[in-house]
């Protein structure tokens, strides 16, 4: 029983939080934090894939985000609803609730096919240089967005209200927080799962030393291959599911500015410490909103604290090191009995 002590603490939270919200009891403002919150995890985490338990250094997070957010959208609005650009709904709207999952993940596909656009050059190169290649494929994606006219360039794309009210009108539940709590779930579980395994060891032999590692019969490209594609297919789920609670997205959404706040709370957490990531997501977003009235102020005073970081604790909150292993009592909850240490 003990082994899934993890997992039914973090069922009974959704629950209570739907609960919550299907009670009246959270109103609509402090709902959509809480959405945010799911949807940062899930870009935290997965940029820590690369950035931290692989050593690289992506700065162009938010490009693979769009990717799934405009996939996702198009496949929803096309399949289910009634458009002037798509024309009748392909499908009955209703079967939305079971079908989104399916279009989320087709968006997360897309987005990590994407993702070999930095996985390839990451082979040869590294460091600053891939960080000025994942800056191109950033750049490259909004400007393709902005260029394709059928959904909307750069005034947007719209159409996901009506997915979401569709839901609705089949069960009267919050749909897209159950969503986020799910993909949040699943991003976070299998970021673990991966990182945790025998194959997933070798994401940090590339980091610790690459050289090393392919000596050892490390298959170091199909390492890397598989670390971007996955950050990215989990980058474009949350972005799938970020356009589903505003219902209206356009390219200026997914600037290099996205990138730099998930690369904060990535370094906020600390480098190769999925549970840093979930701390500093929550924490980070929490920090916008309470910022939200200085508002281009903001932009400052938030760098100003990543400065404060890096100057008294440049390795973040936790480190390489996990919750578990500052406090090891929670090893109760989330370590399964047969590895504790």
Known sequence: M???????????FCLLILIAVQEN???????????????????STSLNLVNGYMGEFSVGHAGFMAVGAYVTSVLNVWLFTSDRVFGPAVLPAGSVIYLFPVT???GGIV???VGLLVAIPSFKT???????????????????????????????????????????????????????????????WLI???????????IV?????????????VNTRRMKMVAFMLSSGLAGIAGGLFAHILGYINPGSFTIMKSTEVM?????????SLSGSVLSAVGFTIILELFRPLQVIKWVAIPLLLILLMLFRPEGLLGHRELTDVFPRLRRIFVPQGKRA
């Not at 003990?2 to 009974?12: A, I």
């Not at 904060?264 to 190769?272: A, D, F, N, T």
């Open 2 to 12: 003990r082994k899934y002590s993890s997992h039914l603490l973090y069922g009974s």
């Open 104 to 106: 989320l993940l087709m």
């Open 25 to 43: 009891f959270l109103n609509a403002y402090l709902q959509l934090i809480i959405m945010f919150m799911g949807v940062n995890i899930i870009l």
């Open 192 to 202: 673990h799962r991966f990182v945790t395994s025998t194959y997933g060891k070798g």
């Open 205 to 217: 032999a590339v980091r610790d030393d690459e050289i090393a590692a392919n000596i050892m019969g």
């Open 111 to 113: 987005a990590a096919l």
């Open 126 to 188: 590294r460091g600053d240089y891939l960080a000025i290649i994942t800056l191109a494929v950033n750049y490259i994606v909004k400007s393709a967005i902005e260029n394709i006219q059928v959904i909307g360039g750069a005034r947007g794309f719209m159409g996901m209200r009506n997915i979401v009210s569709s839901m609705h009108e089949v069960v009267n539940v919050p749909w897209v927080m159950i969503w986020i709590f799910a993909g949040t779930g699943f991003s976070v």
């Open 264 to 272: 904060v709370m990535v370094y906020l957490g600390g480098m190769g």
